[in-house]
């Protein structure tokens, strides 16, 4: 499975715009580039997901490099409801949909 | 929304002994995964299950670990023999027919 850089943490503060990015050089063709996020003591949740255009939707939108080696996940204005663990993944469109996590980076949000 | 829903929310169980960790998936939702999360640690895949039978299995999940739909509906996880390493967050997630998936709010399990 190809692997993601993400940094451990970040601080935002709040109601300002967040970039989480991700590094992923040895992504392949057929990767879609996941992100979930977790809040403290509770499950993942999903974020958004794309394959090579930037996507947005309610949470968050995604920036995916030209050369697809890196993107970024863009929290338009935080909360601090969005203080979590946010976890860029890579899953390989021939599996069997598992996803295989990194340490994600801590995104702390000051009030 | 729908939700994924676990049970127990917390189980303390003595080496050595069986736990039964259940999941209720969303309704529809045909494929099925087990991950677990070791306190302070990165989420780690155990299984994936689809049509009654195991698509893929990590490492981890060894022959202490089963999986199945035992009434069509509820998803488990059973751990035969437990051992200390075995404490950790247990998530059940289930997904439709498209990418994302859905993480029930999961199980601490202690084992003393």
């Known amino acids: 499975d190809a692997k993601t850089t993400q940094p451990n943490s970040m601080e935002s503060n709040e109601e300002e715009p967040v970039h989480l990015p991700c590094n992923h050089s040895t992504i392949s063709g057929t990767d879609y580039i996941h992100w979930y996020r977790q809040l403290p003591s509770q499950g993942p949740e999903y974020v958004i997901h794309g394959l090579t255009s930037n996507v947005n939707n309610r949470m968050a939108s995604l920036a995916i490099a030209e050369d697809r080696k890196s993107s970024t996940l863009i929290l338009h204005r935080a909360t601090l409801r969005d203080a979590a663990v946010y976890y860029c993944i890579l899953r390989d469109r021939g599996s069997n949909y598992q996803l295989i996590w990194g340490a994600g980076t801590k995104l702390i949000i000051k009030p | 929304e729908p939700e994924v829903t676990q049970t127990p929310s917390h189980q303390v169980t003595q080496m050595g002994q069986e736990v039964i960790l259940r999941c209720v998936p969303i309704s529809n939702h045909l494929y099925f995964y087990w991950y677990r999360q070791i306190l302070g640690q990165k989420v780690e895949f155990l299984v994936s299950f689809y049509n009654n039978e195991i698509s893929e299995k990590s490492e981890i999940f060894d022959d202490q670990f089963s999986v199945e739909r035992p009434d069509g509906s509820n998803f488990t996880l059973k751990i035969r023999s437990t051992k200390l390493e075995d404490s950790a967050m247990y998530f059940c997630?289930?997904?439709?027919?498209?990418?994302?998936?859905?993480f029930g709010p999961g199980t601490r399990l202690l084992v003393l």
């Open positions: 997630a289930n997904r439709g027919d498209g990418e994302t998936q859905y």
